[in-house]
């Protein structure tokens, strides 16, 4: 089979029109990875309802990965469980998009991190609740 | 026939290409000017036969245009190598190697090609000294920390003509002067520059000068590098001895003989085509700053006629291409993840940008397929772009 040169076709229909893009006011959890000085930064806010993602958006400052990468995991995460949500992998992200050029795995697949920091953030905050 | 293989009348009319520093299509007149040289005259030039002479004739009279186009003063000075790259090479590698009694210091500016850059480097683990020289926020070789640097031991100073990633053009014919007081010999990367703008060697006392071929339409696989005339330089490819010793290899004749062609009428079109581009440059360049937080990178005038670069706040220059690419402009950006290092563009870094603002870099080439007429078009989708990746980004608080 020939080398992959560049991105998948749906990696670009993810850059193109960005599934979830924005920002939820006061969610449930919040997950922030990147910096903008190495070029990524992605941002995740959920809204939980009885254990199931009832709702996720996203903002991303990066390549083209990064923003594709950002909507898949929206995708994949959106009405799951909160643990099932939380092993979402990199990887998963990668595949469901039918890969990603090597160069891109580390630097741009962020989003998985990211998603899973909003679920920590949302763990968090229940202990606290709770314990009030 | 001819015109639909040079692709100027047979490019996809919708599509604009902005990218013309990273490549352009031969001229149709080149080519056919060239052709006979890979069919009919295929001949060694090293043959004494009559089809060898007439090859070797077509190299001689391109390296008179290439003389003529740069005020050479005797076309002996002409070493055809393979590429741009191969010819700095040569210019550094060959220089330090050769006048190594004299010193081992070798200076270059902090916006070099990184074929002047690598090879440098590599000289410094061989033992030479190698200081960089910095830039103003413009891209203007700093003149007195160039001063500074230079010993009676210096025996190369790389500077570019232009910068391919910021347009500056610097001041050569001040830098020989400084250089040929303290220091050895100048050699200057033209690659961006040749044919596009006037360059007399003489005039401006260039020691060791790079063209390229295929950046005035030429084809691929031809460069050179003149060598004024006395100074002495090494070989780095030994062989059978062509190029007066200095380039061994057989000679690729069509490219070769297309280059001079490609010189020639380059001569003769610049200051109508310049005139031009520098119209449309304008034209992009007053439109596109209009755009909030968009800020042109490299020097506001001494520029080259057909480069606008720019920088945008809160997105990223990856993005911005592939984006411009789904509409069909082609355009190119300093940005780390589109680099094979992952790092930003050491240009935009060496005029002081800081990493999150090099990441949003964009670069606007022109040449002869552009017109004046897709300015609103190019402008419009570069607002466009912008625009919808500002919104994606969490740096601004667009909805």
Request: proline share 4%; with cysteine.
């Amino acid at each position: 089979m020939t080398k992959q040169i560049g991105y998948s076709k749906k990696v670009m229909e993810h850059f193109m029109n960005p599934k979830n893009v924005g920002i939820i006011e006061k969610p449930d959890g919040y997950g922030k990875v990147g910096n903008p000085v190495c070029g990524d930064l992605m941002e995740i806010f959920i809204k939980v309802k009885d254990d199931i993602i009832d709702d996720i958006k996203f903002k991303t400052f990066g390549c083209g990965s990064a923003i594709a990468t950002s909507s898949m995991v929206t995708e994949l995460a959106k009405g799951k469980n909160i643990d099932e949500a939380m092993k979402i992998t990199r990887n998963d992200v990668a595949d469901e998009l039918d890969g990603l050029p090597p160069q891109k795995m580390h630097c741009s697949n962020l989003a998985a991190d990211a998603l899973q920091e909003a679920i920590k953030d949302y763990k968090k905050k229940e202990e606290i609740g709770d314990k009030k | 026939m001819l015109e639909q293989l040079c692709g100027f009348n047979g490019m996809d009319m919708k599509r604009i290409y902005l990218d013309h520093a990273s490549s352009m299509p031969i001229d149709p007149l080149v080519l056919k000017f060239a052709m006979p040289f890979l069919t009919k005259n295929y001949e060694n030039p090293s043959s004494l036969y009559s089809g060898g002479l007439e090859t070797k004739r077509a190299i001689e009279e391109s390296r008179e245009k290439i003389a003529e186009l740069i005020n050479a003063e005797n076309t002996n000075n002409i070493i055809f190598t393979s590429s741009a790259t191969e010819s700095n090479n040569l210019a550094i590698k060959g220089t330090a190697l050769r006048n190594i009694r004299n010193g081992k210091n070798i200076l270059a500016s902090a916006i070099e090609h990184i074929s002047v850059l690598n090879p440098m480097k590599e000289l410094q683990k061989n033992g030479y000294n190698f200081d960089i020289i910095p830039v103003d926020s413009n891209g203007i070789v700093d003149l007195n920390k160039l001063e500074n640097l230079l010993t009676n031991k210096t025996i190369i100073t790389s500077i570019m003509y232009a910068n391919n990633e910021i347009g500056t053009i610097e001041p050569i014919k001040k830098i020989s002067k400084i250089i040929h007081e303290n220091g050895k010999y100048l050699h200057v990367d033209a690659t961006a520059s040749a044919g596009r703008i006037p360059i007399d060697v003489q005039d401006q006392e260039i020691d060791l000068l790079t063209i390229s071929s295929n950046d005035m339409y030429g084809p691929r696989g031809a460069s050179a590098l003149y060598v004024k005339q006395g100074i002495k330089i090494q070989s780095i490819l030994p062989g059978g001895g062509q190029e007066r010793g200095l380039r061994s290899g057989t000679e690729n004749v069509f490219s070769i003989a297309g280059m001079g062609e490609a010189a020639r009428l380059a001569n003769n079109n610049m200051n109508k085509e310049n005139y031009r581009l520098k119209n449309i440059r304008d034209k992009l360049i007053h439109e596109i700053l209009k755009i909030d937080e968009a800020y042109l990178t490299g020097h506001p005038n001494k520029r080259l006629p057909n480069h606008a670069s720019f920088r945008f706040s809160h997105i990223e220059g990856e993005s911005i291409l592939l984006n411009m690419d789904m509409f069909n402009i082609q355009i190119s950006t300093g940005s780390a993840c589109s680099s094979k290092t992952l790092e930003p563009s050491h240009v935009l870094l060496a005029i002081g940008l800081k990493h999150e603002e090099a990441h949003g870099s964009m670069v606007i080439t022109l040449g002869r397929s552009n017109t004046l007429e897709q300015a609103p078009e190019i402008v419009k989708v570069v607002k466009e772009t912008v625009n919808r990746l500002r919104k994606l980004s969490p740096l601004t608080n667009l909805r």
